[in-house]
């Protein structure tokens, strides 16, 4: 998938591969710095010299716990009992159901499904920012179908914490491509 979001005012390129339940990886650029998030079905690493990370760095624990599912093409909800997560209907917020997400790993999400399409127009998760607890939401629009049928949402706006607002707007979705499993790889 080939993106682009919008940061502190700088619009900046980013690209994402997924190969489904082996590994999800984010590459973007942000002021002429390269920020790698990579998640796997074993483990997570990341390459952020922004935060004085210039090399491969592995995931706490925590925050792969909490990021972990992104390795799914689908969404948390999808086959949700299979990888041992749990879900309680919450009640209805307007004429959207609010649906509460539980991981085996104890990470909950909070999802509002709209009524009408069934899609997810927005999640929440807890995350952490330097150190602090903050809450992560995602607000999902723009839904399209890709030529597989697959609905993906074009348009995401993250609120992280309050304290960063971030605007992704995808620009290409690709499916069934060949995937090298190696690209998910912790370079030494």
Same mark, same amino acid.
Do not use: H
């Given at each position: 998938? !080939? *993106?682009?979001?919008?940061?502190?005012?700088?619009? =900046?390129?980013?690209?994402?591969?997924?190969?489904?339940?082996?590994?999800?990886? =984010?590459?973007?650029?942000?002021?002429?710095?390269?920020?790698?998030?990579? #998640?796997?079905?074993?483990?997570?690493?990341?390459? =952020?010299?922004?935060?004085?990370?210039?090399? $491969?760095? %592995?995931?706490?624990?925590? @925050?792969?716990?909490?990021?972990? *599912?992104?390795? &799914?093409?689908?969404?948390?909800?999808?086959?949700?009992?299979?990888?041992?997560?749990? @879900? !309680?209907?919450?009640?209805? !917020?307007?004429? $959207?159901?609010? @649906?509460?997400?539980?991981?085996?790993?104890? /990470?909950?999400?909070?999802?509002?499904?709209?009524?009408?399409?069934?899609?997810?127009?927005?999640?929440?998760?807890?995350?952490?920012?330097?150190?602090?607890?903050? =809450?992560?939401?995602? +607000?999902? *629009?723009?839904?399209?179908?890709?030529?597989?049928? &697959?609905?993906?949402? #074009? $348009?995401?706006?993250?609120?992280?914490?309050?304290?960063?607002?971030?605007?992704?707007? @995808?620009?290409?979705?690709?499916?069934? +491509?060949?995937?090298? %499993?190696? /690209?998910?790889?912790? %370079?030494?």
């Amino acid at each position: 998938m !080939e *993106s682009s979001f919008t940061m502190m005012g700088s619009e =900046n390129p980013s690209t994402t591969v997924i190969l489904d339940g082996v590994g999800y990886k =984010n590459e973007m650029q942000f002021n002429s710095t390269s920020i790698v998030q990579c #998640y796997t079905d074993k483990g997570g690493w990341t390459i =952020n010299p922004m935060t004085g990370a210039a090399g $491969a760095t %592995p995931m706490p624990d925590d @925050v792969y716990n909490a990021g972990k *599912s992104q390795i &799914y093409v689908s969404d948390p909800l999808y086959d949700y009992a299979a990888k041992g997560s749990t @879900v !309680e209907l919450l009640g209805k !917020e307007g004429s $959207a159901y609010k @649906v509460k997400l539980t991981s085996k790993e104890k /990470v909950d999400s909070i999802f509002v499904i709209d009524s009408a399409t069934f899609l997810i127009t927005s999640a929440s998760t807890k995350g952490k920012i330097q150190d602090q607890e903050v =809450n992560i939401t995602s +607000k999902l *629009s723009d839904y399209r179908k890709t030529e597989l049928g &697959y609905t993906v949402p #074009y $348009a995401v706006d993250l609120d992280i914490g309050g304290q960063f607002a971030i605007t992704i707007a @995808v620009k290409k979705v690709e499916l069934n +491509k060949t995937i090298d %499993p190696a /690209v998910f790889v912790m %370079p030494k």
